[in-house]
């Protein structure tokens, strides 16, 4: 891995472990410190921030706009640095307040399925079999029909490199090879859940290279 994008994947390390997300604040004011703090690190976004809040939460592109959040809301937030060519990609659901049994039980649950996606991404496994860990926990769970993207990505200089971690997708992940696990759940009228990390796949595991 190059040594831009591990620089790339600290500073957004370095920022998610500061941000924090207030009642009151819109999810511009949260998009546009995330991009200052990108600007103090000498770094660009690596793509337009998603800052989601509430019901919006529920679109998996929910770029940020001039709705407050409200606390009791869950807000995804994915964004990532651009560093001297290298990018990072990285998405958080913060919860605003206690979360009620369901929030917490879709959080776990995709939780549950990021780590069993993590556990099958080794070299020469076939993404295809990657997306299938995490995609049948979360359909065994109920909310199968609220999964509706792939499970992750290659990424280097560009944001979505090959190969896509998709259930259609029979060509193996290889070693050395960086890529990111992002299951979701994502209920209209409700709100949504993704959690998203990069890991460099070995022959034994996928290591981890995001901290927060």
Same mark, same amino acid.
């Given at each position: 891995m190059k040594t831009a994008q591990q620089k790339a994947i600290k500073i957004t390390n370095r920022i998610f472990r500061s941000l924090q997300i207030h009642e009151g604040q819109t999810e511009k004011e949260v998009a546009d410190w995330i991009k200052s703090q990108l600007r103090r690190f000498g770094a660009h976004p690596a793509f337009r921030i998603i800052? *989601? +809040?509430? %019901?919006? +939460? *529920?679109?998996?592109?929910?770029? *940020?706009?001039? /709705? /407050?959040?409200k606390k009791g809301e869950l807000v995804v937030v994915d964004f990532g640095a651009w560093y001297r060519g290298y990018r990072a990609d990285v998405t958080r659901t913060f919860m605003v307040g206690k979360p009620t049994p369901k929030q917490r039980k879709v959080l776990i649950i995709v939780r549950e399925a990021q780590k069993r996606a993590m556990a099958a991404a080794v070299a020469g496994r076939a993404c295809r079999e990657v997306d299938k860990a995490a995609r049948d926990f979360i359909s065994k769970k109920g909310y199968g029909k609220y999964f509706v993207h792939s499970t992750g990505h290659a990424i280097g200089k560009k944001v979505h490199e090959a190969p896509k971690i998709s259930r259609k997708n029979p060509h193996s992940i290889r070693a050395g090879q960086v890529i990111t696990i992002e299951? !979701?759940?994502?209920? /209209?009228?409700?709100? !949504?859940?993704?959690?998203?990390?990069?890991?460099?796949?070995? %022959?034994? +595991?996928?290591?981890?290279?995001? +901290?927060?």
């Open positions: 800052v *989601a +809040s509430g %019901k919006r +939460s *529920a679109k998996p592109h929910g770029f *940020a706009t001039n /709705k /407050k959040i299951p !979701g759940i994502y209920i /209209k009228g409700w709100g !949504g859940v993704r959690i998203e990390d990069m890991g460099i796949v070995t %022959k034994r +595991s996928l290591k981890m290279l995001t +901290s927060f």
